[in-house]
């Protein structure tokens, strides 16, 4: 897979390409990472990207044509369709299951947005896709790419050492949040390792981790267990969560799902 970054600061986005899963996913030649400074796309001595916006106000606005010209550029490297993305607080959210879909494309651009944003005729011109990875606003779409990149990178088939890990990740399979997870040593003055996840039985250790997935969702994001098809066996193990729980003094989370 390939992702073009447009960015004024490309440098930004290839420190991600050295390291964790997105350097491991590019050694491997599963992704590669390819920068584009609209900068070195624009004309005259000051190579300007920016302008003030009509109508007054503060900031500035990002240029039409030096993004087009990068955009010819990256063209003109490799003719190949690239879906092209902006990342901008107004997008759609960047979701698991968006992310799941971002992964199966063989090329992505990421246009990141500085100071007020980009031309709107740029946009509507060039975009497939807007997105946001939440409800803030950033100075730049860099960290967002970064974010966009390194969840997409890691669902590539070969990225992670095992790829069972991210099958059992928060949103992945049903949507759930994932259980929690421990490891050596067995007691701890912060607390013992449950006796179920030594006892080597497979069936029992499977749900029990079911189990807290559940419960974890219902206490954390109730919303995602509305989505989630619960079996009749999740509904039991559930519930035995919530009985659990509010004899331990715990305090009602969720709704009743
Ligand atoms: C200061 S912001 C511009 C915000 C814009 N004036 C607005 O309110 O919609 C500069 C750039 O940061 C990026 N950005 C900011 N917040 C973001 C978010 N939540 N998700 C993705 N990109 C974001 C976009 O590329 C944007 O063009």
Redo the contacts with the bound molecule.
């Keep these: 897979m390939r992702f073009d970054i447009i960015s004024l600061f490309p440098e930004f986005v290839a420190q991600l390409a050295a390291h964790g899963v997105v350097g491991r996913a590019g050694e491997r030649g599963l992704l590669s990472i390819h920068g584009w400074n609209p900068r070195d796309h624009a004309e005259g001595n000051y190579r300007r990207v920016d302008d003030r916006p009509f109508g007054g106000g503060p900031g500035m606005v990002m240029l039409i044509e030096p993004l087009c010209a990068t955009l010819a550029a990256m063209r003109d490297d490799d003719p190949a369709s690239a879906h092209v993305v902006?990342?901008?607080?107004?997008?759609r959210p960047l979701t698991q299951a968006k992310v799941r879909e971002l992964a199966a494309r063989p090329r992505i651009a990421l246009l990141?947005?500085?100071?007020?944003?980009?031309d709107e005729r740029l946009l509507q011109a060039e975009v497939d896709e807007e997105?946001?990875?939440?409800d803030?606003?950033?100075?730049?779409?860099e960290l967002?790419a970064a974010v966009l990149i390194d969840a997409v990178a890691r669902l590539q088939e070969g990225a992670l050492n095992d790829a069972e890990s991210a099958v059992q990740d928060s949103f992945e399979g049903d949507g759930l949040l994932d259980c929690p997870h421990y490891t050596r040593p067995v007691t701890h003055a912060l607390g013992t390792v449950p006796e179920v996840l030594l006892s080597g039985n497979h069936a029992a250790i499977a749900r029990w981790r079911r189990q807290q997935s559940l419960g974890r969702t219902w206490l954390r994001r109730p919303d995602l267990l509305d989505e989630a098809a619960l079996s009749k066996a999740d509904r039991a193990l559930l519930e035995a969560f919530r009985a659990d729980w509010r004899h331990a003094g715990g305090a009602s989370a969720g709704g009743d799902a």
């Excluded at 990141?112 to 980009?118: F, L, S």
């Design positions: 902006y990342l901008s607080p107004q997008g990141c947005g500085r100071y007020e944003g980009v997105i946001s990875i939440g803030y606003v950033l100075s730049g779409g967002a």
